[in-house]
């Protein structure tokens, strides 16, 4: 039996796991089934502080998989973590995958029954979701094959969800998409999601905010809208070449960033063909990580960059000086961002993510300030906040400010 471990010094729990053992078999301690539809074998391994998902499959299917989540992974394309994988052990059995599982996520049908997340236009936001990773896909290179709700758990993502790919067993990674791979990936991508939603309306489990057919016949246009602002060649006077900036700013504001720009000039001379290169995503969340060190969501760093920008305003006028940038960050951690989470009980640490719940609290603030007609200020919004999610985790039917732990919800 081989075992080919990543980052052993991080998960040493693993080596003394019955690898040798069918995985319907095991008896370790915090081991839950996991519910749904699956291909092969799946179970939960809940320790403190991670969790793992282990899939039985063919050594084969398991070595590829691997390979293919460490290459989009290096990409930059958002996927759980492999931990290890198990091969050519006894008795002829399959192999195994093992995976990290993804903290703070929750798998669609937490999410869309309603219980796990409310926020407004739910189905758009689910939909954007997952547009946006088939789209990242392409651009890697990387044909899914099987799109689905239950290929792909989603992340709260300061109002917005972040979709994360959790199975690759149909995927093929290439140097590069033609449009006929593309279109036919978008067209498993519509028929999955519209059973997948149909599936949760029939067994009552959808909320009635979500129109199956509207969200699953949305998807074809608007990845088509986002693959042309991110890939399409633009054709302009020579005396407009402000529009290389805004089409950089649009970009930017979709949290996608080009390495490259070709300028070319046409026959005539009078125009230009603008042509966007290595298009990469998460333009907020790196400039956050440089001038904090925090990682986060894309639309949380966005959140949070605007409340360092506002808070090194107030800042300069109080020193009576300009700051550099990285001076005013490091103010706005140390004044604003740790206090906040240091100030959150130990039952609700933990629930959501840090950048998560700084983003509620600032929502929070400004609701809180329309109300009464002035700034209420940070201090009192932390308080109030926490008031309100501790009502929230006592509440049977309340929306919840934490993903859901039960591993029956969890969909490797």
Request: glycine residues 8%; contains cysteine; charged residues 25%.
């Amino acid at each position: 039996m081989r075992l080919q471990l990543s980052k052993p010094s991080e998960h040493p729990a693993v080596v003394g796991w019955p690898l040798a053992d069918p995985l319907g078999s095991w008896q370790l301690d915090h081991l839950q089934p996991v519910a749904g539809l699956h291909r092969h074998e799946v179970r939960l391994v809940e320790l403190d502080p991670v969790s793992y998902v282990v899939k039985e499959l063919p050594d084969r299917l398991a070595e590829r998989e691997s390979r293919l989540l460490r290459e989009l992974h290096e990409a930059g394309v958002p996927t759980v973590e492999i931990v290890g994988v198990v091969t050519d052990r006894p008795r002829g059995q399959d192999g195994l995958l093992i995976t990290r599982f993804l903290d703070y996520s929750l798998p669609y049908r937490t999410l869309l029954a309603g219980r796990g997340l409310r926020i407004p236009s739910l189905g758009e936001r689910l939909l954007d979701a997952l547009t946006g990773l088939l789209v990242r896909l392409h651009l890697a290179g990387f044909f899914w094959g099987d799109c689905s709700l239950s290929n792909t758990l989603f992340r709260r993502d300061a109002g917005a969800l972040s979709a994360f790919i959790i199975d690759l067993e149909t995927g093929e990674r290439h140097a590069e998409l033609t449009d006929g791979q593309r279109l036919l990936d978008l067209s498993i991508a519509t028929e999955n999601v519209a059973g997948g939603l149909l599936d949760l309306q029939a067994a009552g489990r959808l909320s009635d905010e979500v129109d199956p057919w509207q969200v699953a016949l949305a998807i074809e246009e608007t990845y088509a809208r986002l693959w042309l602002e991110l890939t399409g060649t633009e054709e302009f006077h020579v005396d407009e070449s402000f529009r290389v900036a805004q089409r950089l700013d649009r970009l930017h504001e979709l949290g996608f960033d080009a390495e490259e720009i070709d300028l070319e000039t046409t026959a005539g001379g009078t125009h230009l063909r603008l042509v966007p290169r290595v298009v990469e995503h998460g333009f907020h969340a790196r400039e956050l990580f440089e001038l904090t060190g925090l990682r986060t969501g894309e639309n949380q760093a966005r959140r949070l960059l605007q409340d360092v920008q506002r808070y090194g305003v107030v800042t300069e006028q109080r020193m009576g000086a300009k700051q550099r940038p990285v001076i005013i960050a490091d103010l706005w951690l140390s004044e604003r961002f740790q206090p906040a989470l240091a100030a959150i009980p130990a039952d609700l640490v933990g629930k959501l993510e840090p950048a998560e719940i700084y983003h509620q609290i600032l929502e929070h603030r400004w609701y809180l300030s329309e109300a009464a007609g002035t700034d209420v200020g940070l201090d009192l919004a932390v308080r109030s906040w926490i008031k309100l999610a501790e009502q929230a985790l006592t509440a049977p039917d309340a929306a919840e400010p934490v993903s859901e732990s039960g591993a029956d919800d969890r969909n490797p």
